[in-house]
């Protein structure tokens, strides 16, 4: 007798690229039986053959120990999250394991360390556009041993926040992630035209230190119209043999802090947009466009405010997401955004990646779909039992009904940014239930912090 069956359930492998009818056995909040022939548990979903799918691996956002968005994250088949990211998040890794161990959590986290907020302003290299000096990268460098101690899953960099980062600064930490086995993710430095020679950047940081990359929510980098030529850059990288993959997600308008040099003057020019393809996502503003005066308000007295910005074009979301090295990432709960604001990304990428990639333009099959938001992303991050559906794998599943599935969040100004998707109906995290019948489960903390153990992997 199973803690839970799920029976009469499309399956889906994503790791030997199978589809199968049959029954789930989950004990233990491990996956412990796959089975044709009828089996029993205390408890039955019927999934009415739904796809039944490994929950999904958010390998890019900004949850950070914040429930409403990871209750949002849930509601969208997120299974674990992946925090810490673009250069910010905790320092005190230690400290946060132990208070969401303790209290639980609607869903599992791992975290990356942040270099360009976070280790930068612990040494004092607080001045984005300056390099740090030598003894505060060496001070950042013993700060990110101990994080990888701690348990940290990566090094995060947010170039394009402290554009000062020298590439000694770069390559010392990112030399210190090859040698613990750790994933280097990298907002890069620039986007527009300029952000191509900035994915050429992360590439020439692997092939420098051995450190295996990623490039962070591609198509908020070079999504204004160099999206071809950004994928020629990866793509023969990736032929090379070198360790470089890369995440996008399914907008074409990106949520960032008015007051980071993101923003800065002559960002409108490059992207070819006006203040009013500016909106305010959070704070006085919340659902508002922009104008010139609002903005010099914001970036003055309110830097802190999220601000979405309508710079990329449709047609690049789908393009970045064809190359099997590409992965989804929602780059969500930016500035942890109270219920009835954010962007739509925090509540509704995965049910769009499948609606639109899969179902409405057929780019995707479904087996390929579903490796690119578990299997691929757990290989990246070196999880070895998630993202998978075989026994002994963690219970971390997903129900979701293909006919169905659909992104139903809107921006702010335009509809509801954290409105519920439809067609996912049942999301069990280690085995117990977080969204049942589509619906969430308030006080479920079934989540676990994931601290990887922290192994010398290779001396470059
Ligand atoms: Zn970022």
């Known amino acids: 007798m199973f803690d839970l069956v799920i029976k009469n359930g499309t399956l889906v492998d994503p790791e030997r690229g199978r589809v199968t009818v049959g029954h789930l056995g989950v004990s233990g909040g491990k996956?412990?039986?796959?089975?044709?022939?009828?089996?029993?548990?205390?408890?039955?979903?019927?999934?009415?053959?739904?796809?039944?799918?490994?929950?999904?691996?958010?390998?890019?956002a900004h949850v950070d120990g914040y429930h409403y968005s990871a209750r949002c994250m849930a509601r969208q088949g997120i299974t674990t999250t992946v925090g810490g990211n673009c250069g910010f998040g905790p320092l005190d890794l230690a400290g946060f394991f132990d208070r969401y161990e303790a209290e639980g959590f609607p869903i599992n986290q791992a975290m990356m360390i942040g270099h360009s907020f976070t280790l930068r302003?612990?040494?004092?290299?607080?001045?984005?556009?300056?390099?740090?000096?030598?003894?505060?990268?060496?001070q950042m460098a013993e700060l990110l041993e101990t994080a990888f101690q701690q348990g940290a899953i990566g090094l995060s960099f947010g170039l394009e926040y402290a554009p000062g980062s020298s590439d000694e600064e770069v390559l010392v930490l990112s030399r210190i992630a090859a040698k613990y086995g750790k994933l280097v993710a990298v907002h890069t430095r620039t986007d527009s035209w300029a952000g191509i020679g900035a994915i050429k950047e992360v590439v020439r940081i692997n092939e420098l230190t051995g450190a295996t990359v990623q490039v962070s929510h591609l198509v908020y980098q070079v999504g204004m119209g160099m999206m071809t030529e950004a994928l020629e850059v990866l793509d023969h990288a990736v032929a090379s043999g070198l360790d470089v993959a890369a995440d996008s997600g399914m907008y074409h308008a990106f949520a960032t802090f008015i007051g980071s040099p993101v923003y800065d003057e002559g960002c409108l020019e490059k992207w070819g947009c006006t203040y009013h393809d500016l909106f305010v996502a959070t704070g006085k503003y919340a659902g508002r466009r922009c104008t010139e005066e609002m903005y010099r308000e914001l970036r003055a007295n309110h830097k802190d405010d999220v601000v979405v910005a309508f710079a990329c074009r449709e047609s690049e979301v789908y393009e970045a997401l064809m190359p099997g090295y590409m992965m989804v990432s929602t780059d969500g709960a930016v500035g942890s955004p109270e219920p009835g604001t954010g962007h739509p990304q925090d509540a509704g990428t995965y049910?769009?990646?499948?609606?639109?990639?899969?179902r409405e333009q057929g780019r995707l099959t479904l087996v390929e779909a579903v490796r690119r938001c578990t299997l691929l992303p757990a290989e990246r991050l070196g999880?070895?039992?998630?993202?998978?559906?075989k026994v002994g794998a963690d219970a971390d599943l997903v129900?979701?009904?293909?006919?169905?599935?659909?992104?139903?969040?809107?921006?702010?100004?335009?509809?509801?940014?954290?409105?519920?998707p439809e067609g996912i109906e049942h999301v069990l995290v280690n085995g117990q239930p977080v969204v049942e019948k589509g619906q969430v489960l308030e006080d479920a903390l079934p989540g676990r912090v994931?601290?990887?153990?922290?192994q010398v992997w290779n001396w470059v």
Not at 121 to 133: H, L
Not at 450 to 454: E, G, L, V
């Open 399 to 420: 129900i979701l009904n293909l006919d169905r599935i659909a992104d139903r969040a809107d921006y702010p100004g335009f509809g509801i940014p954290d409105a519920p």
């Open 383 to 389: 999880l070895g039992s998630k993202g998978r559906l």
């Open 31 to 60: 996956i412990a039986a796959i089975a044709r022939d009828e089996i029993d548990g205390k408890k039955t979903i019927d999934a009415g053959l739904s796809v039944v799918c490994p929950g999904f691996v958010d390998i890019h």
């Open 121 to 138: 302003e612990k040494v004092g290299a607080e001045d984005p556009y300056s390099p740090a000096t030598r003894e505060q990268v060496r």
């Open 351 to 358: 049910p769009r990646f499948f609606q639109k990639m899969v």
């Open 450 to 454: 994931i601290r990887p153990a922290c």
